[in-house]
């Protein structure tokens, strides 16, 4: 399922980045790996604030929905 879908609060592992390989790699840049650790903090509008790899990042939802859980 895509982030998008996720509880806050709960950790989930990345199963899958989708997109394009720019969007790829913008995301590997982030932190956002396939087999790491995501938590979504909050969600306002869609768009998500999310912990990573130590790091809170916001990321919008044309993002969120290509990294699958």
Do not use: Q
């Not at 790996?33 to 044309?62: H, M, P, Q």
């Amino acid at each position: 399922m895509p982030l998008t879908m996720a509880k806050p609060g709960e950790p989930n592992e990345i199963k899958k980045i989708g997109g394009k390989e720019e969007t790829r790699k913008f995301l590997l840049n982030l932190g956002f790996v396939v087999g790491g650790v995501v938590t979504v903090v909050s969600e306002i509008g869609g768009n998500l604030i999310v912990n990573v790899k130590d790091s809170r990042v916001a990321i919008g939802k044309d993002m969120a929905v290509k990294i699958l859980i």
